[in-house]
């Protein structure tokens, strides 16, 4: 049985975010939250927050009935979400675009193994 939970619109670019959420994929959940407990990136307390809420609808579910220790990280999705655009001053007063990227981050746990 798959459950998943999605944080959507994270102020993180998606390419840092996918560094992490690589390191985790296939990893029980215990083992997956002592890692992300111990990478000192901002990334990776995102990616906490939203495993938590995966584990949390796991257990709460009563359709589904499962606990942490059964579940392994299926897999890790961070896919592009909209992009902030902003404006900077530039010389000889023009306007330089900058661009800060958002992200959507979603986590499926499962309580099969993974097959490759």
Known sequence: MEVQALTRNTR??????????RQIQGRKVPAAVDLLTLIP??????LLKTLKSAIA???????????ADQLT?????????????????GPRGTA?????????????????????
């Open 73 to 89: 990280v299926h897999r890790a999705l961070v896919e592009n979400g909209s992009s902030l655009r902003r404006f900077k001053a």
């Open 12 to 21: 993180m670019s998606p390419k840092k975010v996918r560094e992490v959420a």
């Open 57 to 67: 609808n796991a257990e709460n579910n009563p359709k589904v009935n499962l606990t």
């Open 41 to 46: 990136r901002k990334s990776a307390r995102l």
């Open 96 to 116: 330089m675009p900058r661009v800060k990227k958002l992200s959507h981050i979603r986590i499926v746990l499962s309580d099969e193994p993974k097959q490759n």
